[in-house]
């Protein structure tokens, strides 16, 4: 697995995703739409079930009426008794109340007055002296006498609980079906989408990996084909900006190589006593001019090898860091500094050693370069790999800070020694190079730089 993939890996689960949204949002909407469609169902359901009962007791407030018209009040009192010993077999039991109208009641049911009004002949839901939930409706039958029906709709609650269970194990399914297809139609869309993002992961200056044909015709066929144009675009500018790099360095480091050679050799022919000050400080000031020419071509080297694996090989980093340290000693203690050491045995990397040389004689020199006379430095280096460099000097002004590691930026002076601010800015390229980054960490006094693994980095 390349570095680039590793990395999309890595970051799949902590980035917020669209897809997961899309996922989230047609779950989501599959729901509220179920939901209302339930409650019409629902409303409807029970409405139309609550209109055949007043159909019913209409039917049969109607038929008793008729009844006591033609056959009387015995008639009535006797037709009723036979239905209240019926059991309707839809389950809605019905109750008669007969009472008259100084409250003496001549059929009851066993039961009180549901609480209806029979002058309007109210109707409505109401709830019997045992409990029983009915639906009821009251008459007057004549001056003297009043009729109340009601019929229990307890099995009818009992289908509208059946309907909502049937419906919810519906929607249920229906829920899961969305899901997986939300699901495979996402993760088709996530494949062609990653497969763009991992070839930018894994673009490194010329070498850009080709992308796969998307012939489908929708948006994101065409981000794809922009996607592979712009790579390429791309990976031509790297080859420019490579070729011209190797130019440059023939064509202005060479003349001012010869300029440094002929001012030597003028000097030599100058006659004794001749003021040379103005020589020696054309010569310096050429090879400032040179030194940072190499240092622009090292950091435009190591930013156009950001990825590749080529040239990396395993190194005793504990072993570069303690020669680095001696090379350092006799310096640090003629600029009158005490010079410390904290180095792990046997921490190796995967890295370039020239480089990861290159690396710590930056640090190194940034620290000499600014701490004062009786100041202190330390390098630690830990498995991880983990290199740091801490110094208790005046540190970097915090204007500085958010620039520090940008080329040209990062120029200043303290106690009257400048900088062009090369030397952190090729410590960056080196390090991300090796899928390292480089940090300046808070610190009461000087400058504490921490170099460690990059977050995804392998």
Known sequence: MTAASQHLTATAGTRRSIFGRMLRGAVVTTLLALAVLGAIVLAESWRAREAALAVQLDTDVAALADIYVTGGEAELLRRLEDRTALIPSDGRRAHYWVVRADGTSLLADGRAWPGLDPAVSQDGFVTLTDGTKAYGRATRLGPDLNLAVAREYAQDRAAMWRLALTFLAGALVIVIIVTW???????????????????????????????????????????????????????????????????????????????DNRLAALRTQLPPGTELDGVEQSRSDIRDLVAMLESLLDIASSEARIGEAEGLEEFDLSKLAGDMAELYEDSAEEAGLTFRTDIAPGTTMLGERMQIGRLLSNLLDNALKYVPSGGELLLRVAPGPLIEVVDDGPGIP????????ERFRASHAVDGRSSHGLGLALVQAIAARHGMEVVLLDSETGAHFRVRSAKGAV
């Open 181 to 259: 297809l939300a699901r495979r139609a996402a993760a088709r869309l996530r494949r062609r989408v990653d497969a763009v993002n991992l070839a930018f992961r894994g673009a490194s200056g010329e070498d850009v990996p080709a992308l796969p044909e998307d012939d489908r015709g929708d948006e994101i066929s065409e981000l794809t084909g922009h996607s592979a144009r712009a790579l390429t675009r791309m990976a031509s500018l790297a080859r420019t900006h490579r070729h011209m790099s190797d130019q440059l360095a023939h064509e202005v480091r060479t003349p001012l190589t010869h300029l």
């Open 398 to 405: 915090p204007a500085l800070r958010p620039v520090l590691f």
